[in-house]
């Protein structure tokens, strides 16, 4: 997979998929931060309150996307991080991004010369 090093944190980005009450959360709905498991700490990290398999809620614009495995992963540094989840209604709206479910946009797709591994974050 990947390891992380230094001060980053490697997690698989996750998104709010659907409320408690039904509703459907769309991909491209604007929140303000962004949400994730953590899979890897670098070891700056290690010592700090962060374990592997935390939700973590960091800065939406604060990491590198990597899409690997069908999925999204974020590579966040440390200061990124806002906290860890704790809200249970939350934690359970909570789902992993596929990529299979993300569509390229035009410009991406130009720039790579047709179909794009490019991720646009929202």
Same mark, same amino acid.
């Not at 996750?14 to 931060?33: M, N, S, Y």
């Not at 590579?75 to 990529?99: A, M, N, Q, R, W």
């Given at each position: 997979? =990947?390891?992380? +090093? $230094?001060?980053?944190?490697?997690?698989?980005?996750?998104?709010?998929? *659907?409320? /408690? /009450? %039904? !509703?459907? +959360?769309?991909?491209?709905?604007?929140?303000?931060?962004?949400?994730?498991?953590? =899979?890897?700490? %670098?070891?700056? &990290?290690?010592?700090?309150?962060?374990?592997?398999? $935390?939700? =973590? &809620?960091?800065?939406?614009?604060? %990491? *590198?996307?990597?899409?690997?495995?069908?999925?999204?992963?974020?590579?966040? @540094?440390?200061?990124?991080?806002?906290? +860890?989840?704790? $809200?249970?209604?939350?934690?359970?709206?909570?789902?992993?991004?596929?990529?299979?479910? !993300?569509? @390229?946009?035009?410009? /991406?797709?130009?720039?790579?010369?047709?179909?794009?591994?490019? !991720? *646009?974050?929202?």
């Amino acid at each position: 997979m =990947i390891k992380a +090093i $230094d001060d980053k944190i490697i997690v698989v980005e996750l998104k709010r998929g *659907q409320t /408690a /009450a %039904g !509703i459907l +959360i769309p991909l491209t709905a604007v929140e303000p931060q962004a949400y994730g498991k953590i =899979i890897s700490m %670098g070891e700056e &990290v290690a010592n700090k309150a962060l374990n592997v398999g $935390d939700i =973590i &809620v960091y800065h939406k614009m604060g %990491g *590198q996307a990597i899409s690997m495995a069908n999925k999204i992963l974020c590579c966040v @540094p440390y200061s990124s991080v806002y906290g +860890i989840l704790e $809200d249970e209604t939350t934690l359970s709206e909570l789902e992993e991004i596929k990529t299979s479910a !993300i569509q @390229p946009t035009p410009e /991406a797709s130009a720039l790579a010369g047709g179909d794009s591994p490019l !991720i *646009q974050r929202v």
